[in-house]
């Protein structure tokens, strides 16, 4: 059965920051790997997608990489600001359409 | 302009009235998902439909049910909902399986009281 998890489970810093969210999962037979923000009461707005044979995706101020051997993504944020304050939650693919979900890190980015 | 929309945004039925959540797309996508919150914890997949075939999670309540009377619209429907059942209801979409991007809507927010 597929777990994964999200370290740290909150994190608060200064704006102007850059920081790095981290995801693991146990099953490496993974077709893809996401990262959603969840602003509080809402639903999720997907970031970023890296597809299983990728090794890295960037979006403006974001980069996903992927290692899919050991299991791990990481999400960097450059200079981080006050309204990247959110949820991120990490989700892999496996078995048809599958999505399993960390609980996610909790950000908030202070002025 | 919503691509994903669900109605209501927030519901409150008390328990055991069984209730009906909605979840249209403009995407014309294959994939429709129904996941449940709970509150600080991850979104668990209740069942899904690629068209008219419906796949259910084995961990599932039976008291949660779904249609899909057309590829636009998907219903969640729980029966008798108890007080565990609160929780944020996210409905997604996609293209297809595997490797394709899944869009969610706003979700629904559900009290039982």
């Known amino acids: 059965k597929q777990e994964v998890t999200q370290i740290p489970a909150a994190l608060s810093v200064p704006e102007g920051e850059n920081l790095v969210l981290n995801c693991s999962f146990t099953?490496?037979?993974?077709?893809?790997l996401q990262w959603f923000r969840q602003d509080p009461g809402k639903g999720l707005t997907s970031l970023l997608l890296i597809q299983s044979s990728q090794r890295e995706q960037t979006s403006g101020r974001l980069n996903a990489s992927l290692d899919k051997s050991s299991g791990r993504s990481t999400l960097y944020i450059a200079a981080s600001q006050p309204g990247d304050s959110a949820t991120y939650l990490c989700?892999?693919?496996?078995?048809?359409?599958?999505?399993?979900f960390g609980e996610g890190t909790q950000l908030t980015v202070n002025p | 302009d919503a691509m994903v929309i669900q109605n209501p945004r927030y519901q409150v039925t008390q328990f055991g009235k069984p209730v009906t959540l909605s979840c249209s797309q403009t995407l014309n996508h294959n994939v429709m998902y129904w996941y449940q919150q709970k509150s600080s914890q991850a979104p668990k997949l209740l069942f899904h439909y690629y068209d008219k075939d419906f796949n259910n999670e084995a961990d599932t309540p039976d008291n949660f049910q779904s249609r899909r009377p057309n590829t636009s619209f998907c219903f969640l429907d729980i029966r008798s909902p108890g007080l565990g059942d609160a929780a944020m209801y996210l409905c997604?979409?996609?293209?297809?399986?595997?490797?394709?991007?899944?869009?969610f809507g706003p979700g629904t927010r559900l009290l039982v009281l």
């Open positions: 989700a892999v693919s496996t078995s048809g359409s599958r999505l399993t």
């Open positions: 997604a979409t996609s293209r297809g399986f595997k490797q394709e991007t899944q869009y």
């Open positions: 099953d490496s037979a993974i077709y893809n």
